[in-house]
């Protein structure tokens, strides 16, 4: 990464919690981490044909700051990232930088239904 990501949208880090439904089931519930500050890139996009017919999938690319592995600020896969309505399904982490300066979250924006 030649040039530093312009950090500029704040995204809540949200975890799943699940638990319990009370009817043999559970639910999941999304419990917020913290506000990470990222730059969202549109990455490759491609078209596939759902049963209602042919849709639309971008890939995004979210840079946010490196945290340590263990770390609460560190996003996983089975997290998302949420800005107001949007919510980010989070399907990779990497190191976007030699010197781990930052990380590139491989994302697919969930779209209501």
Known sequence: MSTAPNLTRALVLETPVVSPDGAGGFVTQWQALGTLWAEIRA??????FASLGPSG?????????????GSDARPRPDQRLVEGARVFRILAVA????????????????LPA
Do not use: F, K
């Not at 990455?43 to 596939?48: H, Q």
């Not at 010197?99 to 590139?104: A, K, S, V």
């Open 95 to 110: 190191e976007a930088d030699n010197q781990g300066r930052y990380l590139i979250c491989t994302a697919q924006e969930e």
């Open 57 to 69: 999938e971008v890939r995004l690319r979210i840079l946010v700051r490196a945290a340590p592995h």
């Open 43 to 48: 990455g490759a996009g491609r078209e596939r």
